[in-house]
Structure formats: structure tokens, C-alpha cells
């Protein structure tokens, strides 16, 4: 794994893309250290949050000490079990939901599951950005 000299105390498998980030969030050091089987894996401030990516694909992202993996048809049903929110913010007075659905915490706590849904986000965030560059 790959570590860049930074501020930064998040462990030698992480990349701090932005080290103008004084505070450190706990929860974004805590997913971190859970997803390091992943290999490198690199963050950036995004919104008041955190983009998790890998390859440069943002597969998670950390708000308000919550965590939201990318889905689609694919895997929504899991979430949807566990009645996960969307990732939602407002624009123009309406609320607009992302494709991004809450981890459950008993998932959270089991890392081998939480890596096997970290993957499959990861592989649809990796054909998303895939899907973008072909109309550019």
C-alpha cells in the first residue's frame, strides 16, 4: 500500500488527498481502519463529509457519523431490509435522495459482511465512473 507524508494520523493503507483537514473525524478513521483489507483506499472532504475512494471511485461516503455505500438494483434489496435511509440534501426547497443507503451498524460490526458490501459498492461506483467517461 501506498502512503503519502502527511498530517495525517489515519494509517500507512490511507491517503489524505487533502491535508488541509485539521479535525479529524472519528468515525471516518473508524470506517477506515474496518476497510483497510480493501487496499488503498484515499478520502476528501466533500459537503460537510468525506468521499471514501478507491481508484479514485467514491464508493462510501461519511456523514454525521453515519456511512453511505453506493447501491443500485444490484444490491438495494440488502439495504432495504434494514430500512436504510438514503443520503439526502436539500436543493431549491426539495429534498434530493442519492443512491447512497446508510450501512446498517450490525453490518458495521461485522467486518467480514461490511467488506463484501464495501466490494460491491465499490464495483458499482467503478462502472458508474466507468459509464461517465464514455459520454464525455
Known amino acids: 500500500m501506498k502512503h503519502e ?7 500507512s493503507g490511507f491517503v489524505n488527498k487533502k491535508k488541509s483537514i485539521k479535525n479529524k473525524n472519528e468515525f471516518l478513521n473508524y470506517m477506515l481502519d474496518l476497510l483497510e483489507p480493501m487496499g488503498e483506499l484515499s ?4 459537503f460537510g463529509g468525506y468521499a471514501i475512494c478507491k481508484h479514485d471511485a467514491a464508493f462510501a461516503l461519511v456523514f454525521d457519523g453515519a456511512v453511505y455505500f453506493k447501491t443500485d438494483t ?12 438514503p443520503l439526502t440534501y436539500q436543493k431549491q426547497g426539495k429534498t434530493i435522495s ?3 443507503l446508510e450501512v446498517p451498524a450490525e453490518v458495521i460490526e461485522d467486518q467480514d459482511r461490511l467488506l463484501q458490501w464495501a466490494n460491491t459498492a465499490y464495483k458499482i461506483a467503478k462502472n458508474v465512473k466507468k459509464k461517465t467517461k464514455q459520454y464525455i
Open 98 to 100: 442519492l443512491s447512497n
Open 43 to 46: 478520502y476528501k472532504p466533500l
Open 74 to 85: 444490484t444490491n438495494r434489496k440488502d439495504y432495504e431490509s434494514y430500512n436504510s435511509n
Open 5 to 11: 507524508e502527511s498530517d495525517s494520523d489515519l494509517g
